[in-house]
């Protein structure tokens, strides 16, 4: 049982490239999340996917895009990176009828050129 | 909208206890989380209040007063391996699906 994981740990980007960032969760879980963590400050949402086959926007979608390929995987793909895209991505993942644990990655850590 | 108001740093000595306090301001409130987070780790699942009161984990508790908006956690019996961040986070509930905000957390550092 891995839990949350992500790929990759570590990334680097020139201005206008593009990446997808891989999550996937073996808990069974139907709601997983993308958030992003820029240095002294807390987690914001990007985007979430309640169940399989939905996506929504969170508080700062722009400039990304995500799929819930199954539900396992939620990927979040970023068409043209810009540098205030640098951060921490942290995809998490909950069960919808259970606690308020939400389980999270190890984290990807970005930076733009 | 959501805000959440966390202080950004505590300094406490190894043995004492510590209060970090959490107030917000939201619609839909379900219930109050807290998060730790060694630097460079993932955030990590301390406790959780849906209702009015203390929760205990441990060396750990969690309050809330939905009345007043306001949280704490308290830490008792600090140890070196405590130093870290903490963050409070709000609970919306939306249609068979939950939604958090999170705080902007408070360094928590542990001196000998």
């Known amino acids: 049982n891995a839990g949350v994981t992500q790929t990759p740990k570590f990334q680097v980007l020139k201005t206008g490239q593009s990446m997808t960032l891989q999550c996937a969760q073996d808990?069974?879980?139907?709601?997983m999340y993308w958030y992003r963590q820029d240095p002294g400050m807390g987690l914001r949402l990007i985007y979430y996917s309640a169940s399989e086959g939905t996506t929504d926007k969170g508080e700062v979608p722009n400039g990304y895009n995500v799929s819930r390929l199954n539900k396992r995987e939620f990927s979040l793909r970023l068409e043209s990176a810009a540098p205030s895209q640098t951060s921490v991505y942290f995809c998490a993942s909950i069960d919808r009828f259970g606690t308020d644990t939400q389980y999270f990655g190890p984290g990807t850590r970005l930076t733009v050129l | 909208g959501q805000s959440l108001e966390q202080p950004s740093e505590v300094t406490a000595v190894e043995g004492a206890i510590v209060q970090i306090n959490c107030t917000y301001q939201t619609s839909g409130f379900y219930g109050l989380s807290w998060y730790q987070q060694h630097d460079g780790g993932a955030p990590t699942f301390l406790s959780y209040?849906?209702?009015?009161g203390l929760e205990e984990t441990g060396r750990f508790s969690s309050f809330l007063s939905r009345s007043d908006s306001y949280g704490y956690l308290l830490l008792q019996e600090l140890q070196m391996k405590d130093s870290a961040s903490y963050f409070c986070a709000v609970r919306v509930r939306l249609i068979n699906f939950n939604k958090f905000y999170f705080g902007s957390g408070t360094k928590l550092n542990v001196k000998p």
């Open positions: 209040n849906a209702l009015d």
């Open positions: 808990m069974n879980h139907n709601s």
